[in-house]
């Protein structure tokens, strides 16, 4: 499983921050060519993302670009970017099963022998990309993960964008669930207030909440907030731990069920607690073993 808590936008037209992006420890770093780039920029964006993907050590993030809209600049972008070397692709404005088809093709025709297959990250930001959201998860295996832009999604809806988020609720549990059955990942929409903290800390509690694995990234300032939300604490992973306790203990006893701390624990209380303690041995925050 490829970790995507953050994901940092950083706008392919600025070398400065291009040139910084490795230093803030995001899981992925997020090379934009669509909306942080003005059209008379997108040429000269472009280029600087090649070779920025040539040349710059961006660490342990994961290197992935947002390209253009399929029925603007996307051919350009991706014969450009993909035979530079980068992991993954947004691709924006998503809107049925045939544009991520669309994008599969074009990739697999930029991709140089040898090259790991490059993978696709659909961003569903319009009212039919969320409509169509399961289809899309599911329309090539290249596809790792739907991401949810909240933006774009409001401003198409005509609704009010509020810090609370009711206007974006259901599009969220649709997205979660469309990634979760088909067994890809789900990343939430930017909180794009970089001084709110404590609003920052409350959505992504939120995201969490409702099954999102990551959160998109506007700002260095939000990568740690964000980690600290998504990774789990002490306290969970000692209960994943003493789940897994009980339940091999009643197993042995010939039982299916255990109970902890007064509570039920069977069949699916103990995936939850073994997704936490997979989660905490990638993050080097299960050392010790299982038990
Ligand atoms: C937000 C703000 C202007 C704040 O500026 P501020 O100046 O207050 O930032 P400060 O914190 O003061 O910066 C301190 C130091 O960090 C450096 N630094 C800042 N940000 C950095 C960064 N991202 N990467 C590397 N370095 C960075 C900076 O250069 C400075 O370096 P230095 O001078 O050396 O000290 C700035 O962060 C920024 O531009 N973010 C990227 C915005 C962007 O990419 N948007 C498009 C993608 S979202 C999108 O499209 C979503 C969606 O698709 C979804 C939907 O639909 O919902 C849509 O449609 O909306
Ligand atoms: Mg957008």
């Known amino acids: 499983m490829d970790l995507r808590r953050t994901m940092l936008f950083m706008p392919g037209n600025n070398p400065g921050m291009l040139q910084n992006g490795g230093v803030f420890g995001a899981d992925a770093i997020i090379l934009d060519l669509e909306d942080a780039v003005a059209p008379q920029e997108k040429d000269a964006a472009r280029l600087l993302v090649a070779e920025a993907l040539r040349t ?17 600049f996307a051919r350009q972008d991706i014969k450009a970017i993909v035979p530079c070397g980068l992991d993954a692709i947004i691709v924006p404005k998503v ?42 998860a599911r329309a090539d295996k290249r596809v790792a993960g739907l991401a949810f832009g909240a933006e774009d999604y409001t401003a198409a809806l ?28 789900s990343i939430d929409t ?25 959160k998109l990234a506007i700002n260095p300032r939000q990568i740690d907030d964000i980690h600290r939300v998504f990774d789990p604490t002490a306290q969970e992973i000692d209960w994943a731990r003493r789940v897994i306790k009980a339940i091999r203990k009643a197993e042995a006893e010939g039982a299916g069920v ?7 624990v069977d069949a699916p209380i103990v995936a939850r607690a073994e997704r936490t303690l997979h989660l ?12």
């Open 56 to 72: 710059i050590d961006y660490r342990a993030s994961e290197k992935v670009v947002r390209i253009n809209p399929l029925d603007t």
């Open 95 to 136: 809107e049925s099963p045939e544009d991520i088809r669309q994008a599969a093709r074009l990739v697999a025709a930029a991709e140089t022998p040898g090259q790991a297959p490059v993978k696709l990250i659909a961003l569903l930001e319009t009212p039919c990309g969320i409509a169509e959201a399961y289809p899309i």
């Open 158 to 185: 005509g609704a009010k964008r509020t810090k609370e988020g009711t206007e974006i609720f259901s599009a969220r549990t649709i997205v979660v669930n469309s990634a979760a059955a088909a067994g890809i990942q």
């Open 190 to 214: 930017p909180f794009t207030d970089v001084n709110d903290r404590d609003g920052l800390l409350a959505d992504t509690a939120l995201a969490k909440q409702l099954g999102f694995k990551g």
């Open 258 to 264: 255990a109970s902890l701390d007064g509570k039920m």
């Open 280 to 291: 905490a041995r990638l993050l080097g925050l299960a050392e010790g073993g299982l038990l």
